[in-house]
């Protein structure tokens, strides 16, 4: 099982991308998927997730409005389409299988994703 996150760049603030989670040997239409990000100097966070079983998303205070997760079965693949970003936004973001998503959060953690990093600069 292989998840790659890719989509990454450049940009500068209120700019926007689109971060793809692939996956290889596994099907992510019955996956939960969250997406999570890691700040130099700070620890990984959440930052969505989109549930397989009834698709309800979870996404932290600090994306809500801007970001959005969606999936695309026929392509095997989950984004993560970030719009406004801020400089705070910089990261190395990542996909991982999860164990559970709701409007309320998300719990458990499966597979993991390489990351792909995000740099939001003027």
């Known amino acids: 099982v292989q998840l790659q996150a890719s989509g990454g760049g450049l940009v500068q603030p209120g700019g926007s991308l689109r971060l793809s989670c692939a996956a290889s040997?596994?099907?992510?239409?019955?996956?939960?998927i969250g997406w999570f990000r890691e700040a130099p100097g700070r620890e990984r966070e959440g930052v969505s997730c989109?549930?397989?079983?009834?698709?309800?998303?979870w996404y932290v205070d600090f994306v809500k409005g801007r970001f959005t997760i969606s999936r695309e079965n026929a392509k095997n693949t989950v984004y993560l389409q970030m719009n406004n970003l801020k400089p705070e936004d910089t990261a190395v973001y990542y996909c991982a299988t999860i164990g559970f998503c709701s409007r309320r959060g998300y719990e458990g953690f499966g597979y993991w994703g390489q990351g792909t990093e995000v740099t939001v600069s003027s």
């Open positions: 040997g596994l099907a992510l239409d019955t996956e939960t």
């Open positions: 989109i549930s397989s079983r009834d698709g309800s998303t």
